[in-house]
């Protein structure tokens, strides 16, 4: 693997999540960081590019990501590109995957474009479907493990009931698991050169994009209502008699399994 593109997005921090009027996620003011799954990703390029190859970091949100975009340079990637302007506020996942695209047929082109499989914010998952259908390419999900295997990729992949291991000759979209690839810290190399690396900057009209492209006016979908609620919270009465539990939980089983 020669070129990799890794698309990250940085999430908020759980304990400073707010919302808009609109029912969006403030990010201005919010304490950010990488998403999981998408270390992921970047940490699965770092091992396929090694010293041969170079791995491109991508991602989409306000300029303040200059300065985390540099960090994942002093961990290994060699170029870092922060696609960022007002008109993308508010887009989503369709949206979102129209400018990844974008850039990435503007940087390109690449053996591969890896991400996570989900980010922690949204939990929709559709980001690298679409990604690979506006770029073309096939999308292989949920890898947990991936190696080079000629002028393609062999991946393995979890599924509900095990693993499959398949290979994809060419370039792919490849989203990866939380925790499948633990990130790796900067090193002192690293740390130079990120200091010699200027993030890229590209905007909508750079990538040919215009204002019913992106943001609102580009999405498909919108958020009508939240609502937060308990993780634990079960509807019901608390049963704190045992032979009363027992009872009702054989109800309960056999409505499930009659």
Request: some cysteine.
């Amino acid at each position: 693997m020669k070129h990799i593109l890794v698309c990250v997005k940085a999430v908020p921090v759980s304990s400073s999540v707010e919302v808009d009027g609109q029912h969006r996620l403030k990010r201005d003011g919010a304490s950010l960081q990488w998403n999981i799954a998408d270390e992921s990703a970047l940490e699965a390029a770092f091992r396929l590019a090694d010293k041969d190859g170079s791995v491109t970091v991508l991602t989409m949100g306000p300029p303040k990501l200059e300065g985390p975009l540099l960090e994942l340079v002093a961990r290994g990637a060699n170029r870092a590109v922060l696609v960022t302007d007002r008109l993308m506020a508010g887009a989503d996942t369709r949206a979102t995957a129209r400018a990844l695209a974008s850039a990435a047929e503007k940087l390109g082109p690449f053996d591969a474009v890896f991400c996570g499989c989900k980010a922690i914010d949204g939990e929709t998952g559709q980001v690298p479907g679409e990604l690979a259908a506006a770029l073309g390419l096939p999308c292989i999900s949920n890898a947990e493990k991936v190696e080079a295997a000629g002028d393609g990729l062999l991946v393995a992949r979890r599924l509900e009931d095990g693993v499959q291991k398949l290979t994809v000759s060419g370039s792919a979209v490849v989203s990866f698991s939380s925790y499948s690839y633990p990130l790796r810290l900067a090193g002192i190399l690293g740390m130079r050169r990120a200091r010699k690396t200027p993030v890229e900057i590209l905007t909508a009209a750079d990538l040919g994009l215009t204002p019913e492209d992106c943001g609102l006016k580009g999405s498909l979908t919108k958020v009508v209502a939240l609502e937060s609620r308990f993780p634990g919270l079960r509807r019901g009465p608390k049963e704190t008699d045992l032979d009363a539990g027992v009872r009702n939980l054989r109800e309960l089983l056999r409505e499930v399994r009659p």
